[in-house]
Nanobody, 126 residues
Framework: VQLQASGGGLVQAGGSLRLSCAAAGRTFSNYAMAWFRQAPGKEREFVATINWSGTSTNYASSVKGRFTISRDNVKNTVYLQMNSLKSEDTAVYYC????????????????????WGQGTQVTVSS
């Protein structure tokens, strides 16, 4: 499956952005989806994941209550709505996919995901 992330940009602290990740090439609903991020000089970290149907989600504690992951299996797209952004949210954001069929979403570990998008830069100015 090919993944194309978009929606990043420059925003002031306290603002909002919505990232999108469009998938192509396979049956989108067979995949759990996730967002990860990587700040300069830091390791890639988990942000959020969603199961194949959108009925189960999981978030990193640092974003819980501010970010919302969702998906549209008709549009083959996963979203990350980011509110109340902070300077520490500045990073390149990557979407990722793991084929799970009707199983649960995988855990928050990057090595579990088989496919990755190219990343989109989010910069939050304070």
């Amino acid at each position: 499956v090919q993944l194309q992330a978009s929606g990043g940009g420059l925003v002031q602290a306290g603002g909002s952005l919505r990232l999108s990740c469009a998938a192509a090439g396979r049956t989108f609903s067979n995949y759990a989806m996730a967002w990860f991020r990587q700040a300069p000089g830091k390791e890639r970290e988990f942000v959020a994941t969603i199961n194949w149907s959108g009925t189960s989600t999981n978030y990193a504690s640092s974003v819980k209550g501010r970010f919302t992951i969702s998906r549209d299996n008709v549009k083959n797209t996963v979203y990350l709505q980011m509110n109340s952004l902070k300077s520490e949210d500045t990073a390149v954001y990557y979407c990722a996919a793991k084929e799970t069929g009707y199983g649960p979403a995988p855990l928050a570990r990057a090595f579990e995901y088989d496919y990755w998008g190219q990343g989109t830069q989010v910069t939050v100015s304070s």
